[in-house]
């Protein structure tokens, strides 16, 4: 499987954002889907997951209600919507997908990997 996330940017404390992740081949439609995000100076922090049909969803607590994982398989895409930025939110996010549930994406060592889109929250 082939990641690319896109969507990151320089936007504003408040406004909202859409990341994307297309995936190639056909084991992506098969595969759970994640975002993590890597702060500067920080460790990388798992967000949301996504399974396969997007009947599942996982999110850590600190991004529950803001946001939002959703994907089209029709479009090879899982995206992660983010509002009420805040400048906390700065970072490298990355997309990746695995043969897991997600409710375990944040402990397994995850297989595919996307290179990482950048946003950054001014205040």
Do not use: H, M
């Not at 995936?23 to 949301?48: N, Y």
């Amino acid at each position: 499987v082939q990641l690319q996330a896109s969507g990151g940017g320089l936007v504003q404390a408040g406004d909202s954002l859409r990341l994307s992740c297309v995936g190639s081949g056909r084991t992506f439609s098969t595969a759970s889907v994640g975002w993590f995000r890597q702060a500067p100076g920080k460790k990388r922090e798992f967000l949301a997951a996504i399974n396969y049909s997007g009947s599942s969803t996982k999110y850590t607590d600190s991004v529950k209600g803001r946001f939002s994982i959703s994907r089209d398989n029709a479009k090879n895409s899982v995206y992660l919507q983010i509002n009420s930025l805040k400048p906390e939110d700065t970072a490298v996010y990355y997309c990746a997908a695995d043969r897991v549930p997600p409710s375990v994406f944040a402990i397994v060592t995850i297989t595919w990997w996307g290179q990482g889109t950048l946003v950054t929250v001014s205040s």
